[in-house]
């Protein structure tokens, strides 16, 4: 296996660095290497979704069906969203990227940041911020891991 795996790992919405990192680190690569390289991939989608984002809404809404019921949607979402947006804002889309786990990382974030129109450099930044603790949280468990583990097959 090689780094650019890990890369590719880091850039899939599913495992995003939760699985880049680790699998950097598996093939032996340097916990500090894997962690920049799996960030810097990981962020890298952020542009992307929003490209993305902004791309398929503007062909849905073409069609008569989305056009009718997605601003509906969304309308109804903010209004019931909008005081937890308002009271965490920016600072709790950092929160959000930041935990570890499944469906909380740079792809849903950017999701969200896009869908309550959150301004794109400001939560790119809180993003990033998140993205960046959260691979800090899976390279300290990683390593943890694999010395916990090693320890336990020294005492045997």
Known sequence: M???RAILLSLLPVAELRGGIP???LIGTNPLL???VCVIANLAVVPLV???????HHHLMAVSIYK???PRFMEKTRKRLHHKIERWGYFGLTLFVAIPLPVTGAYTGTLGAWFFGMNKLKSFLAIALGVSIAG???TAMVLIGNRTYSIFLTSL
């Open 136 to 138: 800090l949280i899976v």
């Open 2 to 4: 090689s780094l650019t």
């Open 50 to 56: 929003y490209i993305f984002l902004g791309y398929i």
């Open 23 to 25: 699998a950097a680190l």
């Open 34 to 36: 894997a962690y920049a």
């Open 68 to 70: 009718q019921t997605f």
